[in-house]
């Protein structure tokens, strides 16, 4: 009786415990350089206009001289509503409507800040740190929306810092590397059926939808990485550069608690300690930037996010109790982006470009956590320097996403049976503004 219970319970709480999803592909924060969000990304892993894209490929730092400093932040505002849903529960437990609302908007939205600094140790050799959330979510539903009993709220707060290092090896080649600290912090609630578990379990007095009660999980830790990268300048109006971050496994540290447990199931949904486990995946980034005039960059783009790597959601017990495990069968995905650079002349530095930012989700297996689907990015932005030490960029981009498909069903044995099957379609959309200031000294 507990195993089927607790990796109901689990696995819809968890379904995003380490894999928090936002504004690129799956769980994957792209908005890491504000200068850079002013060509969709394109060419950032051959060095932007900052010493922002050492995120990207550390081996850029070589590009930039003296000391540097960059902080900015992104205003992330996504929406995603759902239209058309319906929920029933398993035709074994009577397949009857789950009612409540459609949820409302589930995006909610949040400041990104960004945080660089170098120092030049020879005009060869640099030194970067810098401070990011390459992943992260907040989304939330009301709780009589029929979902609830896969998603309520889910919150994930993930924060990057890293020392980089740079080296000018030889007039054309560069070559970094960064140490990774990755900190994770979580939380994720649904609402649990316990009328209707009850009624699996055919114990007298229950029904489906009699009675709702609420799970609840908490989780933090940190983790280490690396990211490396390759700068290649063949002439001085040409650069390659290649860039790779590492994937990064945890296992939070955690726990679990429910709220409005009868009586009868109190042994079965027990607060205690949890350690979801899953996995971050890592991406290989080209960048080319060309100076086709002296006024005119153009830069393209194009990474592979090895989403593979996410398989699953594990989640062990304190209590000894089985694991529970939520597959997640997600793809390895592309972003390829196209962008360029104009300097009209003066103090000012205007960008524009495009992007194409596949899902690794699919119709059959995307949750309401994660309503992901392909995006396209339109961007533009400028920079203004105000002095020859101090320059200001700012930046918009509108995110065209397409609509994404909700399918799951509850099936004996299946991971939702006790969730109930869900259908629907997620409008969504995403608008960011970002600001930065840079200083040169």
Not at 5 to 17: D, M, N, W
Not at 73 to 85: C, D, R, V
Not at 250 to 272: C, H, I, M, S, T
Not at 388 to 399: G, I, P, T
Request: hydrophobic letters at 40%; charged letters at 15%; a positive charge.
């Amino acid at each position: 009786m507990q195993n089927p219970i607790h990796r109901t319970l689990a696995c819809s709480s968890l379904v995003l415990a380490l894999a928090p999803a936002a504004l690129a592909s799956g769980f994957q924060l792209r908005e890491q350089s504000p200068s850079a969000q002013g060509n969709s990304y394109a060419g950032i892993s051959a060095g932007g206009s900052d010493i922002g894209s050492m995120f990207f490929n550390p081996a850029t730092l070589t590009r930039f001289q003296g000391n540097a400093l960059v902080i900015g932040a992104s205003q992330i505002q996504p929406s995603a509503k759902l239209e058309g849903g319906s929920a029933t529960r398993a035709t074994t437990l009577g397949g009857s409507a789950i009612t409540g609302t459609s949820g409302g908007d589930a995006g909610r939205s949040a400041a990104l800040p960004v945080l660089y600094a170098m120092w030049s140790l020879s005009p060869d050799l640099k030194v970067g740190f810098s401070l990011n959330s390459p992943f992260g979510l907040t989304s939330e539903y009301g709780s009589d929306w029929i979902g609830r009993y896969h998603a309520m709220k889910s919150t994930m707060t993930i924060v990057e810092v890293a020392p980089n290092l740079a080296w000018r090896i030889s007039p054309k080649w560069s070559v970094g590397a960064a140490v990774v600290a990755r900190h994770v912090d979580a939380t994720l609630s649904n609402a649990v059926d316990f009328g209707a578990v009850g009624a699996a379990y055919r114990i007298p007095g229950f029904a489906p939808g009699a009675q709702d009660g609420v799970a609840t999980v908490k989780g933090t830790q940190w983790r280490p990485g690396y990211r490396v990268g390759v700068l290649f300048e063949p002439r001085t109006d040409l650069r390659f550069g290649v860039g790779y971050q590492s994937a990064i496994d945890f296992e939070l540290k955690g726990d679990v608690a429910y709220q409005g447990v009868p009586a009868a199931l109190a042994a079965n949904f027990r607060d205690g300690a949890a350690t979801p486990k899953a996995n971050q995946p890592g991406t290989a980034s080209l960048g080319i930037a060309w100076d086709a005039t002296p006024a005119l960059t153009l830069e393209a783009e194009a990474a592979r996010t090895f989403w593979s790597h996410f398989k699953e959601i594990r989640i062990t017990f304190a209590s000894g109790q089985a694991d529970s495990v939520t597959p997640e069968y997600w793809k390895d995905s592309w972003f390829l982006a196209l962008g360029l650079t104009w300097r009209p002349g003066g103090a000012w530095t205007v960008r524009t470009g495009v992007a194409l930012d596949q899902t690794p989700t699919t119709d059959t297996h995307r949750t309401p956590r994660i309503p992901d689907a392909e995006r396209t990015w339109a961007s533009a932005g400028a920079g203004y320097a105000v002095t020859r030490a101090f320059s200001v960029d700012f930046s918009y981009s509108r995110l065209f996403v397409k609509d994404a498909n909700l399918a799951l069903t509850a099936t004996p044995g299946g991971p939702d049976f006790l969730r109930g099957t869900i259908h629907g379609t997620f409008r969504n959309r995403v608008d960011i503004f970002a600001l930065q200031g840079r200083l040169t000294f």
